[in-house]
T-cell receptor
Framework: SQKIEQNSEALNIQEGKTATLTCNYT??????LQWYRQDPGRGPVFLLL???NEKEKRKERLKVTFDTTLKQSLFHITASQPADSATYLC???????????WGAGTKLIIKP | EAGVAQSPRYKIIEKRQSVAFWCNPI?????LYWYQQILGQGPKLLIQ????????DSQLPKDRFSAERLKGVDSTLKIQPAKLEDSAVYLC??????????????FGEGSRLTVL
């Protein structure tokens, strides 16, 4: 069955630098992949969706790439700010079922 | 636009007791999801409703968990009897879409359950 791997260790980045988070999946390539942000004690908030035929998607300081050969999505935050500190989750459809499965998330810490 | 409302935010119970969580999705959203999120893990789907019908409850522990969405609007998730391993945050999400098109999900703040 499909599995998602995200870095379990927190990622510490200096303010102003680019933060890059990784989402790897194990089996088939999904039709799309989503990224969410989750703050402590809050529900996830949708950020971006990228489809399998899209190599890259941008939204303000956010950029997502999708490499079906590597079975990987990268999530970039440019000009990072302390307010970007949060846990970032990736999610994609499970097998031929359209239900989403979720990674455990990567905690991002932006230091001033 | 009001977001997804959940209550209570926090609940502490003893094992073998029962608990119920309530969710009111965004107005007009046909699809409603209940997720369980254990600390340090991603959300795990428990049940999905489209309007007032169940689309997927394959991961719902039906011996102790039940959920309903009467009238296709708000929903209740019940656990009876609770076990220690049920300690988690229960997230409700809604989506205007349904079927095989899963777009953006809108989540509530969650209900944190502690079972002692």
């Amino acid at each position: 069955s499909q599995k998602i791997e995200q870095n379990s260790e927190a990622l510490n980045i200096q303010e102003g630098k680019t933060a890059t988070l990784t989402c790897n999946y194990t089996n088939y390539s999904p039709a799309y992949l989503q990224w969410y942000r989750q703050d402590p004690g809050r529900g996830p908030v949708f950020l971006l969706l990228i489809r399998e035929n899209e190599k890259e998607k941008r939204k303000e300081r956010l950029k997502v790439t999708f490499d079906t050969t590597l079975k990987q999505s990268l999530f970039h935050i440019t000009a990072s700010q302390p307010a970007d500190s949060a846990t970032y989750l990736c999610a994609l459809p499970m097998d031929s079922n359209y239900q989403l499965i979720w990674g455990a998330g990567t905690k991002l810490i932006i230091k001033p | 636009e009001a977001g997804v409302a959940q209550s209570p935010r926090y609940k502490i119970i003893e094992k073998r007791q029962s608990v119920a969580f309530w969710c009111n999705p965004i107005s007009g959203h046909a699809t409603l999801y209940w997720y369980q999120q254990i600390l340090g893990q991603g959300p795990k789907l428990l049940i999905q409703f489209q309007n007032n019908g169940v689309v997927d409850d394959s991961q719902l522990p039906k011996d102790r968990f039940s959920a309903e969405r009467l009238k296709g609007v708000d929903s209740t998730l019940k656990i009876q009897p609770a076990k220690l391993e049920d300690s988690a945050v229960y997230l409700c999400a809604s989506s205007p879409r349904g079927g095989t098109t899963v777009g953006e999900l809108f989540f509530g703040e969650g209900s944190r359950l502690t079972v002692l």
